[in-house]
C-alpha cells in the first residue's frame, strides 16, 4: 500500500503565508507526477499546481505569482509555499500523487485525506 500524508494547514491572516507538505510512504514504489487539489465548501475540487518527476510546474490561475510547488525527490515529498494568501484560498488542500508500484508492475492514484487553510479577512 502507497499512502500519502499532508501537513501544514492552519489559520493565517490574508496576506500572510503557509507551507504545506505532503510526503509518501509505503513498499516498492515510484512518484511520479504529484499535485495539490482544494476544495472549498460548496465548490468542485480543483486543482491548485502540480509538479512531474522532472520538476516542470503549473499552477491554477488563481494562484500564479502566489504559490509555488515543489519536491523533494528523495524524500518522496511535495511541499506547496503560499504567499499573500487570500480569503478565497480558504478550503481543504488534498495532495495528490501518481505512483508506479513494483511487484506486480502497477501505476496508482493516491489522495491523501486533507488539510484545512483559512485564511481570515
Known amino acids: 500500500q502507497v499512502q500519502v500524508v499532508e501537513s501544514g494547514g492552519g489559520l493565517v491572516q490574508a496576506g500572510g503565508s503557509l507551507r504545506l507538505s505532503c510526503a509518501a510512504s509505503?513498499?516498492?514504489?515510484?512518484?511520479?507526477?504529484m499535485g495539490w487539489y482544494r476544495q472549498a465548501p460548496g465548490k468542485q475540487r480543483e486543482l491548485v499546481a502540480g509538479?512531474?518527476?522532472?520538476?516542470?510546474?503549473n499552477y491554477a490561475d488563481s494562484v500564479k505569482g502566489r504559490f509555488t510547488i515543489s519536491r523533494d525527490n528523495a524524500k518522496k515529498t511535495v511541499y506547496l509555499q503560499m504567499n499573500s494568501l487570500k480569503p478565497e484560498d480558504t478550503a481543504v488542500y488534498y495532495c495528490?500523487?501518481?505512483?508506479?508500484?513494483?511487484?506486480?508492475?502497477?501505476?496508482?492514484?493516491?489522495w491523501g485525506q486533507g488539510t484545512l487553510v483559512t485564511v481570515s479577512s
Open positions: 509538479i512531474t518527476s522532472g520538476g516542470r510546474t
Open positions: 509505503g513498499i516498492s514504489f515510484s512518484v511520479n507526477a
Open positions: 495528490n500523487a501518481d505512483v508506479t508500484v513494483f511487484g506486480p508492475y502497477r501505476n496508482l492514484e493516491v
